[in-house]
Every structure is written in structure tokens, then in C-alpha cells.
């Protein structure tokens, strides 16, 4: 196989097996959440389960402040990363070029400078979480291979989106390449790892303000 031919396999069908490894196994979990079910509320209702679900999801984007001065670190860190990795994801112009040409939508981009001074403030935060992990004795004996899988497959499409734009390390079409079979991995391994969080986080704290609320206890 020629390169040509191993670049167009990468961007083909290979790009298609991810995404339909990444919707199949996303809908596979999320109905394995649902179809667990819970058994009926036969109380009188005290307030609006539909109410305290949004609120908890609300009300839970932001930390406590205790939660905030006991894991300071934490808390900054992760938000840095989350909120850096969302924004190169969405708002860099290649990537909503290929969403619209995937799904039809598309929306405005964020100058390139703003998108690449984001992804190194994002890289920065991954590689300082990953330090703070190891050097934590709690975290790192609570830390399994699945976290630094998570760590690595989350760092590897920056990195190489990185390198790609800056036309370093490779050839440019050889380190796009690199890069989309980096988000590749990422779509493959998502569904089966903690990464499933973006999803049932959510999920989750709305099943919880929702029992709340049902029951006139605010969260």
C-alpha cells in the first residue's frame, strides 16, 4: 500500500469504522444506563423532579467551596483542560469544515491564534495532571491503566493537531495522518473507558436532583 493509499484509508474507511464504533458503543451504554430503570416512586410528590434534575446539573458545574479548597489543583486543572479541549474540538475552522461536511451544521470559528495558544495552555494542563498523578501517593495507588489510557488517548489528538498545524516533527501530510489516527483511537476507545463521562455525568446528576426535588429537598 502506497502512502496516498494509506492516507486515504486513514481518512476513509477508517475514519468511518471509529465514528461507528464511537455511535454504536455511546447508544450501547447509555441504554444499558436507561434499561436499568428505577423502581416507582409511590410518595407524594413535595416538589418537581423535572426541576431539581436541571438544577442539580446546573448547580453541580461548579465546585463547592470546600470542594475548592481541599483540591484546588484539581478543580483549576480540569477545568482548564475540559473547557481547552472542547474549544480546539469545536471552534478550530478544519474541524467545523468537517462537521458540516459530516452532519450539514456548522457555526463560526475562533481566530487560529486563539486556538493555538488554547491547545498549549491544554497540553500544559494534561502533562501537569498527569505529574500531579504520579507524584499524589493516593492518586497514584488509586490510579489504574484505564486513567492513564484515558490521559494518553485525550493528549495524543492535541499533541498531534499541534504538530500538524506547525508542520513540524513529519511531513505535513504525513503528521495529519498521525493526528487523525489519533482521533481515531480516541473514538474507538471512548465508549469502553471513563471517557463515557461526558455523557453520563450528566445522567447521573439529573437522576439524583431529580429524586431530590420530588421530595422538596434542594441540591
Do not use: C
Not at 499524589?136 to 489504574?144: A, D, I, T
Not at 499541534?162 to 516533527?169: D, G, I, K, L, S
Not at 501530510?173 to 483511537?185: C, D, N, T, Y
Amino acid at each position: 500500500m502506497s502512502e496516498i493509499e494509506l492516507f486515504n484509508w486513514i481518512r476513509g474507511p477508517a475514519l468511518q469504522i471509529a465514528t461507528l464504533i464511537f455511535v454504536v458503543g455511546v447508544v450501547v451504554r447509555i441504554l444499558e444506563v436507561l434499561v436499568l430503570g428505577r423502581k416507582q416512586d409511590l410518595s407524594e410528590a413535595r416538589g418537581s423532579g423535572v426541576a431539581g434534575g436541571l438544577r442539580t446539573i446546573i448547580s453541580r458545574m461548579f465546585p463547592d467551596r470546600g470542594t475548592l479548597q481541599r483540591s484546588t489543583f484539581n478543580v483549576i486543572a480540569g477545568y482548564v483542560f475540559h473547557v481547552g479541549f472542547l474549544v480546539t474540538l469545536l471552534f478550530y475552522t478544519p474541524h467545523i469544515l468537517l462537521f458540516r461536511d459530516s452532519l450539514g451544521v456548522s457555526w463560526p470559528a475562533l481566530p487560529t491564534p486563539v486556538i493555538d495558544a488554547t491547545a498549549v495552555v491544554t497540553l500544559i494542563a494534561l502533562i501537569a495532571v498527569l505529574v500531579h498523578r504520579i507524584q499524589h501517593k493516593v492518586m497514584r495507588f488509586l490510579s489504574g491503566f484505564q486513567d492513564y489510557l484515558v490521559w494518553l488517548v485525550t493528549f495524543l489528538p492535541l499533541l498531534t493537531g499541534y504538530f500538524a498545524f506547525h508542520r513540524v516533527v513529519l511531513d505535513p501530510q504525513a503528521m495529519i495522518a498521525v493526528h487523525i489516527l489519533s482521533v481515531e483511537l480516541f473514538m474507538v476507545v471512548f465508549p469502553f473507558t471513563k471517557l463515557m463521562h461526558t455523557f453520563t455525568l450528566f445522567m447521573a446528576r439529573y437522576y439524583n436532583g431529580h429524586i431530590a426535588g420530588r421530595r422538596g429537598v434542594k441540591t
